[in-house]
């Protein structure tokens, strides 16, 4: 019985799109690769002149994918002494298998999002390295800022592809209570798996108020700036580059393409976008994260090229000072046994995805309020750790990618200590473990008939390997 979850894989690499017809090629070379593997050393120092490895459907994967997977596991910490370039060859052509197919259906990505995403994974190498961008550059051998962006911005995309796939595969995957309890029965006693501590968390969160004079003055420095363009023809680029508070964009002038068809940022900045002629700009308008300005710049088809300049209103102290008053009269009402924690959430707090439910967090792997001590995330960890079952934490100050700046009480409301899985008192994560094989069959299953049906050309430096999908197409009957 298969007791790990082994559902979710790791981040694709590169994308070169053209379309192909099914078949089976072998590229001529000598060099077996079965048995290779890379230090770091080697990682860096490796110049070979780039090969294709293989072609699987609109994507080629090079040589140098393979090292930069290997580069990728090195930043993250990860031991590379035991895995082979082999592994990471037959990882990459799952993950390409996946974000082909899923270009085929149609499935798209949100390109804020992933830009955004760059934008933390960046700073979060910076600060664990406590290294500078010149550094970063070096690390991943590249000429410029630009260029890294682009490239981890092709990886972020593929590797969201290749996830939305493989979750639209298993979509539907569901198991009868009849099934989670077959699989418990399967499991041999000695073999039952152990659940760490888990806790419950909840939390009350006060975010300072945004106050019109601010939120008119950024409206009315948008005004400015669209006029500038209109009237004695500034540059909305130049604009970007300098103010916007969009630092995904900023350093290519706030530039987006957006495509009809794929939803890619949030709803109100399409609508805006598409409602736009050529040269036009919008007038300022609100989303989550602040105020913009939309220049469409060309219109190709179903493709929109946009230019947008984002400016978040100013915080004043005064707001702040009322937010932080706020949440501390809260924490007191709540220590005196005025209102409950959970009363407290739904009247006061400003998180909507949480207020609702008494405050309490969802464990976003699992979807419950369950959090395994061990796989908590460190900064969480953090915040709870000291804190006793019921007790109040002192007021807090945090920030997301929409507030800056926010203030929040946490507890810990329901604690669960080690032990051997128990039907009852475990089924929802013995549930959980039975859907996931059952997803996994899923998806093996998906994957040989894809593989059959998909283009795929692998190069003879890599047939000798041992791959766990019939990549080589080998009659098995």
Same mark, same amino acid.
């Given at each position: 019985?298969?007791?790990?979850?082994?559902?979710?894989?790791?981040?694709?690499?590169?994308?070169?799109?053209?379309?192909?017809?099914?078949?089976?090629?072998?590229?001529?070379?000598?060099?077996?690769?079965?048995?290779?593997?890379?230090?770091?050393?080697?990682?860096?120092?490796?110049?070979? @002149?780039?090969?294709?490895?293989?072609?699987?459907?609109?994507?080629?994967?090079?040589?140098?994918?393979?090292?930069?997977?290997?580069?990728?596991?090195?930043?993250?910490?990860?031991?590379?002494?035991?895995?082979?370039?082999?592994?990471?060859?037959?990882?990459?052509?799952?993950?390409?298998?996946?974000?082909?197919?899923?270009?085929?259906?149609?499935?798209?990505?949100?390109?804020?999002?992933?830009?955004?995403?760059?934008?933390?994974?960046?700073?979060?190498?910076?600060?664990?390295?406590?290294? %500078?961008?010149?550094?970063?550059?070096? +690390?991943?051998?590249?000429?410029?800022?630009?260029?890294?962006?682009?490239?981890?911005?092709?990886?972020?995309?593929?590797?969201?592809?290749?996830?939305?796939?493989?979750?639209?595969?298993?979509?539907?995957?569901?198991?009868?209570?009849?099934?989670?309890?077959?699989? +418990?029965?399967?499991?041999?006693?000695?073999?039952?798996?152990?659940?760490?501590?888990?806790?419950?968390?909840?939390?009350?969160?006060?975010?300072?108020?945004?106050?019109?004079?601010?939120?008119?003055?950024?409206?009315?420095?948008?005004?400015?700036?669209?006029?500038?363009?209109?009237?004695?023809?500034?540059?909305?680029?130049?604009?970007?580059?300098?103010?916007?508070?969009?630092?995904?964009?900023?350093?290519?002038?706030?530039?987006?393409?957006?495509?009809?068809?794929?939803?890619?940022?949030?709803?109100?900045?399409?609508? @805006?976008?598409?409602?736009?002629?050529?040269?036009?700009?919008?007038?300022?308008?609100?989303?989550?994260?602040?105020?913009?300005?939309?220049?469409?710049?060309?219109?190709?088809?179903?493709?929109?090229?946009?230019?947008?300049?984002?400016?978040?209103?100013?915080?004043?102290?005064?707001?702040?000072?009322?937010?932080?008053?706020?949440?501390?009269?809260?924490?007191?009402?709540?220590?005196?046994?005025?209102?409950?924690?959970?009363?407290?959430?739904?009247? +006061?707090?400003?998180?909507?995805?949480?207020?609702?439910?008494?405050?309490?967090?969802?464990?976003?792997?699992?979807?419950? +309020?369950?959090?395994?001590?061990?796989?908590?995330?460190?900064?969480?960890?953090?915040?709870?750790?000291?804190?006793?079952?019921?007790?109040?934490?002192?007021?807090?100050?945090?920030?997301?990618?929409?507030?800056?700046?926010?203030?929040?009480?946490?507890?810990?409301?329901?604690?669960?200590?080690?032990?051997?899985?128990?039907?009852?008192?475990?089924?929802?994560?013995?549930?959980?473990?039975?859907?996931?094989?059952?997803?996994?069959?899923?998806?093996?299953?998906?994957?040989?008939?894809?593989?059959?049906?998909?283009?795929?050309?692998?190069?003879?430096?890599?047939? %000798?390997?041992?791959?766990?999908?019939?990549?080589?197409?080998?009659?098995?009957?």
């Amino acid at each position: 019985m298969k007791l790990t979850i082994r559902l979710v894989l790791l981040s694709a690499l590169f994308g070169v799109f053209s379309y192909g017809v099914n078949a089976q090629e072998i590229i001529d070379d000598s060099v077996d690769a079965s048995q290779k593997q890379m230090d770091s050393t080697q990682t860096s120092a490796r110049k070979k @002149v780039d090969g294709v490895a293989a072609v699987v459907g609109d994507f080629v994967v090079l040589d140098s994918d393979i090292d930069k997977e290997y580069i990728q596991l090195q930043a993250r910490g990860v031991s590379i002494s035991q895995i082979s370039r082999c592994q990471l060859f037959g990882k990459l052509l799952e993950d390409k298998l996946y974000a082909h197919h899923a270009i085929q259906d149609s499935i798209t990505v949100n390109e804020l999002e992933i830009r955004s995403n760059i934008e933390q994974q960046i700073n979060a190498f910076l600060e664990q390295k406590g290294g %500078s961008m010149a550094e970063l550059l070096e +690390f991943y051998n590249k000429d410029s800022e630009e260029s890294l962006r682009e490239e981890m911005f092709e990886i972020n995309k593929t590797s969201k592809l290749a996830s939305d796939m493989q979750s639209k595969i298993v979509e539907d995957v569901e198991v009868t209570p009849e099934e989670v309890r077959e699989y +418990f029965n399967e499991i041999p006693k000695d073999s039952l798996p152990t659940f760490g501590t888990e806790l419950k968390v909840a939390q009350i969160v006060v975010i300072p108020e945004v106050t019109e004079a601010s939120k008119n003055a950024v409206i009315n420095k948008l005004k400015e700036f669209k006029a500038d363009v209109v009237e004695n023809g500034a540059s909305f680029t130049t604009k970007a580059v300098f103010y916007s508070d969009d630092v995904a964009s900023r350093s290519k002038g706030g530039m987006y393409t957006l495509n009809r068809k794929r939803p890619q940022m949030v709803k109100e900045f399409r609508d @805006v976008a598409f409602a736009l002629q050529e040269g036009e700009i919008s007038d300022p308008f609100e989303t989550d994260f602040g105020y913009h300005i939309v220049m469409l710049e060309k219109i190709r088809g179903q493709e929109y090229d946009v230019r947008h300049i984002l400016l978040r209103p100013e915080i004043t102290e005064a707001s702040i000072i009322e937010a932080k008053e706020k949440i501390n009269k809260v924490r007191e009402r709540i220590i005196a046994g005025d209102l409950t924690f959970a009363d407290a959430a739904m009247e +006061f707090s400003d998180e909507k995805e949480t207020k609702f439910d008494g405050g309490q967090l969802t464990n976003p792997y699992t979807q419950d +309020f369950n959090f395994e001590l061990t796989k908590m995330d460190p900064e969480l960890y953090g915040q709870i750790q000291e804190l006793k079952d019921n007790e109040i934490s002192l007021v807090l100050q945090d920030q997301d990618r929409v507030n800056r700046i926010k203030f929040k009480i946490m507890t810990v409301t329901d604690r669960i200590n080690e032990h051997k899985a128990d039907f009852a008192q475990d089924y929802l994560k013995v549930k959980r473990l039975a859907e996931q094989e059952k997803q996994y069959e899923t998806i093996r299953k998906w994957q040989d008939e894809k593989i059959i049906e998909t283009y795929v050309k692998i190069s003879e430096d890599y047939k %000798s390997c041992d791959f766990d999908g019939n990549w080589l197409k080998i009659d098995k009957e």
